[in-house]
Structure formats: structure tokens, C-alpha cells
């Protein structure tokens, strides 16, 4: 009688080892390819711009933060117009900053996010009208008075004649680029408005999230104010995608916006993806 071997056609044939078949499972992971490597995750670039009297220094504990919980992240701090500089003619700081920027951005094809202080963050909204190939994902506006700062509320007619930057970056005034101003305007993935009523020093301070007063110096919120509501360079239709982030704050002064950790935590560092 043929042995169960002979049977199967395996007579002659050697069999490994019981050993080498444990291992066999083991041996066949080695030969595998290796899983790929975690995918590091990568910061979009981003550009502070200062405002009234600052330099690059008084950004350092911003940089800092960056650093911290978007580490690897490329930060740039414009050292442009620093101290009486920034008193300059805000066209020609517009000018400055454009040229500053549009390297910036041309290596970032993924595009840059932009944070931009107090009088910085009107420059800022003047590069987004003007630039017509910008790639900002997110603007934040960190207290800046978006819709001016208490002068004389009670003269519309002189402001809208004499102002030759904020009624022109607002659609106020009728000028030859207003159609592409606005369009480029609307190439911003968000709008982060931030602000609080112990500023000090934007007033009103609502003015940082498109407040600003009536002729009876009462307060009128974003969404009635007539550049709204004629959506004259694109603030109705941000909002009406979902692309403006409102982030009041109370117990911050003017000057410790950008030194305040849970300020940053809260109302920046989640939208520097």
C-alpha cells in the first residue's frame, strides 16, 4: 500500500521544517514593500504686515506662536515703512508692500496667508483690490479700522470728495478700476475679522468688523452699512458664501492683539491651514 505521500504525488519530496513554516508568515512580511513614510503636513506661507509706528520686532511673540503650533510653517514679517515710515502716503506703502509680497506668493502656489494690524490691515485690503493674481486664502484683519476711525461722522459729502484711499478701497467713489478692484477682492478664500471693545483706540471699534457711525453716532453693524448692502466691493458676497469669521474679544487693549496668546489661539491659528 502506497504511503498517503506516494499518493498525493509528493514521494521523493523533501518537506521543510515545522519551524520554517512558523516563520514562513514573517519571512513573507519581509519581502513586502515598506508602508510609505507619514505625510508631513505642510503650512501655507504667511505674511504679517504692522501697522501705525511698528516694526518687525513687535511681531516676536506672534512668530513665536506660529512656530509653536505650525511648526515648519514659512513666516515672513515685513520689515516695510517701520516707525514715522509707516506715516508715509498709504498709496505708496500699498506700492511697497505689492512689491514685497508678489515674489511671496509666486512660490506659493498653494497661496499665503496674510495678517495684517490696525492701519496694516487697511494696506492689506488695498493689495487685495490692486493685486489681480493674488492667492490669499485667508485675510486677518487683526483690529483694524475697516471702515475708518472717528474724525467727524457728520460730513459724508467731504469725506467721500477729499478721501482718496479708504472711499476708493470701499467702492464708494466712482473710479475706472472699481469692476476689477472688486473682483480681485473676492479672490480672498476668507475674511477674518478681529476686534474688541476695550481696544482703546479703533473707534468706534466695530470699525474693525465693518462698523461704523450714523449722522446720530449711533453704531451701525456690517450688514447696514451701504457699502454692504450695495455690495460695492464684495463684503455681501463673502458673506453670503460663508467666507467672513467674526471674532470679538473683550479685555484686549490695542497694542497686545498680536502678544496675546489666547487671542491667537482662538481667533487665528485655526485658519493658517
Partial sequence: ?????????????????????????FLLLLLLPAAPAPHRVSYKPVIVVHGLFDSSYSFRHLLEYINETHPGTVVTVL?????????????????????????????????????????????CRALLSVMD??????????SSPQMGQYGDPHHDDLYLNASSFLALIN??????NATAWRKN???????????G?????????????????DANETVLEME?????????????TLLARGAIVRCP????????????????????????S
Wanted: aromatic share 12%.
Fill in 79 to 123: 520689515d516695510l515703512f517701520d516707525g514715522r515710515e509707516s506715516l508715509r502716503p498709504l498709496w505708496e506703502q500699498v506700492q511697497g508692500f505689492r512689491e514685497a509680497v508678489a515674489p511671496i506668493m509666486a512660490k506659493a502656489p498653494q497661496g499665503v496667508h496674510l495678517i495684517c494690524y490696525s492701519q496694516g490691515g487697511l494696506v
Fill in 185 to 195: 477682492f473676492l479672490r480672498v478664500g476668507r475674511l477674518v475679522l478681529i476686534g
Fill in 224 to 236: 447696514e452699512q451701504l457699502v454692504y448692502l450695495r455690495d460695492s466691493f464684495g463684503l455681501k
Fill in 1 to 25: 500500500m502506497k504511503s498517503c505521500g506516494s499518493m498525493l504525488g509528493l514521494q521523493g519530496l523533501r518537506l521543510p521544517p515545522a519551524g520554517f513554516l512558523l516563520l514562513l508568515p
Fill in 133 to 142: 493674481e493674488h492667492n490669499v486664502d485667508s485675510f486677518i484683519s487683526l
Fill in 171 to 176: 467702492g464708494e467713489r466712482d473710479h475706472p
Fill in 197 to 213: 471693545p476695550d481696544d482703546g483706540v479703533i473707534t468706534p471699534w466695530q470699525s474693525s468688523f465693518f462698523g461704523f457711525y
Fill in 249 to 272: 474679544m473683550a479685555g484686549i487693549s490695542h497694542t497686545a492683539w498680536h502678544s496675546n496668546r489666547t487671542l491667537y489661539e482662538t481667533c487665528m491659528e485655526p485658519w493658517l
